[in-house]
């Protein structure tokens, strides 16, 4: 008579317990990589997946950035003021990037038009530059007539 009975949640949890192997296998099968995902997001905006896997590469290690097969002197290496970028932030500075040209008429960037919305030119800083400066994502769309929000919620 004082055969206690399991606890209805310590059954549930030993269920579990017991599933889990098979379900953390299945789910990392099922993984992309973060470079793949992004990638495969924002290739056809950069051109090709190739150009954004080294854009994505670049802006993630602040390396120099070259786009374009074959490089040409049209469109030389160029180097994020920034420094190293997460993911998270790269992906943020590509849709930041792409919203901005879709605002102007454009569904793919030349390396010219990325660079400019990137770097900015002789009129405006452009979106690494004000990040550099300090200024937070929320600042920086604002500042390109943007909201944050929005903008990644198309990314």
């Known amino acids: 008579m004082n055969a206690r009975l399991p606890h209805p949640v310590a ?10 192997p ?23 905006f950069v051109g090709s997946q190739q150009n954004a896997t080294t854009l994505i590469q670049a802006l993630r290690t602040g390396t120099p950035i070259a786009l374009g097969q074959p490089r040409s002197s049209a469109s030389p290496a160029f180097s994020s003021p920034t420094g190293p970028l997460s993911y998270a932030n790269v992906r943020i500075v590509l849709a930041l990037a792409r919203s901005q040209l879709a605002a102007q008429g454009f569904a793919t960037a030349t390396p010219e038009q990325l660079r400019s919305v990137l770097f900015g030119d002789a009129g405006a800083a452009g979106i690494l530059d004000r990040r550099a400066a300090g200024f937070g994502w929320g600042r920086i769309a604002h500042a390109l007539g943007l909201k944050l929000g929005p903008v990644l919620g198309k990314a």
């Not at 990392?28 to 056809?44: I, K, N, S, Y």
Request: hydrophobic fraction near 55%.
């Open 22 to 44: 098979t379900t953390a296998t299945a789910i990392a099968t099922r993984r992309v990589a973060p470079l793949e995902r992004l990638a495969a997001e924002f290739g056809d």
């Open 11 to 20: 059954a549930v949890v030993g269920r579990l317990l017991q599933a889990a």
